[in-house]
């Protein structure tokens, strides 16, 4: 049987962080597989979409996430709010007296209607 600091060193050796190798090593009944424990320590978000497929007995699909078009209405909006918030910003960051997040809000979509009309 190894010791805690060598299981510590060989896990942390594998590329696993720090704290979750810290608790495998000196509770290594946990995780049985090394291997299976730094993939899930690296991409848990993969580990855990894997499961549920598996759970649910469907085929893993490659792109599960649709994504949107970007309009040029939200590409002007961005554009506009980034303008409105230095405006109506001090330099320390808080609104100018008599603004606030709906005012930012109001001027930047009227900006950006007259962005997009030209």
């Known amino acids: 049987m190894s ?3 060598e ?33 899930i320590a690296m991409n848990p978000g993969t580990f855990a979409i894997e499961q549920v497929a598996l759970r ?10 649709k994504t ?3 309009t040029k209405y939200s590409k002007a909006l961005s554009k506009a709010l980034v303008e409105e ?3 109506q910003r001090k330099k320390n960051g808080q609104y100018k007296k008599g603004k606030s997040a709906a005012t930012v809000l109001k001027a930047a979509h009227r900006s950006a209607r007259k962005m997009t009309k030209k």
């Open 56 to 65: 649910q007995g469907l085929p893993e699909s490659k792109n599960p996430v």
């Open 85 to 87: 918030n230095g405006k």
């Open 3 to 5: 010791s805690y600091d």
């Open 7 to 39: 299981r510590l060193a060989g896990l942390i050796a594998i590329g696993m962080p720090r704290r979750l190798a810290q608790v495998i090593a000196f509770r290594p009944e946990l995780v049985g597989e090394l291997g299976t424990a730094a993939n």
């Open 68 to 70: 949107r078009k970007k």
